[in-house]
Every structure is written in structure tokens, then in C-alpha cells.
């Protein structure tokens, strides 16, 4: 499959461990933030999202938490299985930079059995 | 999931050849992109569609345009390819860019000799 990146940061974890990855951005004034899983050969799939005015927002299996003090994200994964394992990367949404997302380079999990 | 394909999903051309790549979406989704995806640079935006030929430039527009002449298709053309221009390319959509998230297709894999 596509690589998405040669030097990409990676998470190394046992099966039924918890996962936590983590994001920095960069614009105080990011308004949506957005987590993504891709795999191998695939797009990216959206896990979850969430708001400015939240700092932390749960899903099935995944949490994720927005600490905007300084400007860091992070994704949860409960119970981490081996159909975890894939890249993940977070993006921003600011009003004023044009209506875009910016995505950030993405971190590798890989799931022990 | 979007409803998105992408086609063709895999093409090998030589330098100096138009190449145009299409995605269809089927969810009446208003807003359209086009990223590519390159080792080390993570998604960069290309061009992206607000509606029926309403269209506008991202990050890396050189040597691309677009159009999209119904709702359910965006067409991304290489006028005349060259080598750094080989790379995987998404096509992505959302009805609100601001509070939902782009959901992505499965990606083209370009290659150019």
C-alpha cells in the first residue's frame, strides 16, 4: 500500500492496552479539529471530532482530548486491537485561514499480538 | 461513509501527457477537494469546489485545474504531467466544511515516467 510518510513517529503497544496519541497544532484561533485513521492502501476515515468549546469528547472505544492552554490534542484508544493498527493524524479548522483543514504529519500505531 | 470513488484507482503515464482523475460522490455533498499525499508532507490541498463551477485554489495548485459541472462529480487534470506530480491523490467532501468532517475516497495512485 501508500506510504504516508517515511519518518513517521510511532506508537508501539500491546493488544488490549490503551493507546493515547498525541497532537500539537499550531493556530490558537482553530475553531474544529478532526481525528483520522488511514490504513494501507486506503483514505483516511474519520474517527472523531471535536469543537472548540468542548475539551473532551467520547466515542466507542476512542476519547478524544482538547486542551487548548496549549494547543495539544490527543486520541484514546481503549482495549487497542490489532484492526488498530494504521496511521493516525488530527486536523484543524480555522475560520480565518482560508476555510481549510490542516493536517498534521500522523502517528503510526502498531498493535502487538 | 461518503459514498465517494474515486477513478481510475491506479495510473502509469509518461511526462508531458494530460492526465484527468474523477471522483464521484453520492451523498449530494456541496463541498469538494483534491489532496495529494506525498511521504514527508502529509495531505496538501490542491483545489476544492463550494458548488456547480464554483471552484478555487489550495496550497499546491500549479500544474492542476478543475471542474465540476454537476454536484456529484470533481475532475482534477494534470495539463501536462511531470515526475513531481507522481504521488497519491484524494478526493475528499463535506456538506459544512466548518462543522462536519471531510469524508475522503480511496485514493488514485499516479505515477509519472
Known amino acids: 500500500g501508500e506510504s504516508v510518510g517515511l519518518h513517521l513517529p510511532t506508537l508501539s503497544v500491546q493488544e488490549g492496552d490503551n493507546s493515547i496519541i498525541n497532537c500539537a497544532y499550531s493556530?490558537?484561533?482553530?475553531?474544529?479539529f478532526i481525528w483520522y485513521k488511514q490504513e494501507s492502501g486506503k483514505g483516511p476515515q474519520f474517527i472523531i471530532d471535536?469543537?472548540?468549546?468542548?475539551d473532551k469528547r467520547q466515542g466507542q472505544r476512542v476519547t478524544v482530548l482538547l486542551n487548548k492552554t496549549v494547543k495539544h490534542l490527543s486520541l484514546q484508544i481503549a482495549a487497542t486491537q490489532p484492526g488498530d493498527s494504521a496511521v493516525y493524524f488530527c486536523?484543524?479548522?480555522?475560520?480565518?485561514?482560508?476555510?481549510?483543514?490542516?493536517f498534521g504529519g500522523g502517528t503510526r500505531l502498531m498493535v502487538k499480538p | 461513509d461518503a459514498g465517494i470513488t474515486q477513478s481510475p484507482r491506479h495510473k502509469v503515464t509518461e511526462t508531458g501527457t494530460p492526465v484527468t482523475l474523477r471522483c464521484h460522490q453520492t451523498?449530494?455533498?456541496?463541498?469538494m477537494y483534491w489532496y495529494r499525499q506525498d511521504p514527508g508532507h502529509g495531505l496538501r490541498l490542491i483545489h476544492y469546489?463550494?458548488?456547480?463551477?464554483?471552484?478555487d485554489k489550495g496550497e499546491v495548485s500549479d500544474g492542476y485545474s478543475v471542474s465540476r459541472s454537476k454536484t456529484e462529480d470533481f475532475l482534477l487534470t494534470l495539463e501536462s504531467a511531470t515526475s513531481s506530480q507522481t504521488s497519491v491523490y484524494f478526493c475528499?467532501?463535506?456538506?459544512?466544511?466548518?462543522?462536519?468532517?471531510?469524508?475522503f475516497g480511496d485514493g488514485t495512485r499516479l505515477s509519472i515516467l
Open positions: 486536523a484543524e479548522f480555522t475560520y480565518n485561514a482560508g476555510n481549510m483543514l490542516t
Open positions: 493556530n490558537s484561533a482553530s475553531d474544529y
Open positions: 475528499a467532501t463535506t456538506q459544512d466544511y466548518s462543522n462536519q468532517p471531510q469524508h
Open positions: 451523498e449530494n455533498h456541496r463541498y
Open positions: 469546489s463550494y458548488g456547480v463551477k464554483d471552484t
Open positions: 471535536i469543537r472548540s468549546n468542548m
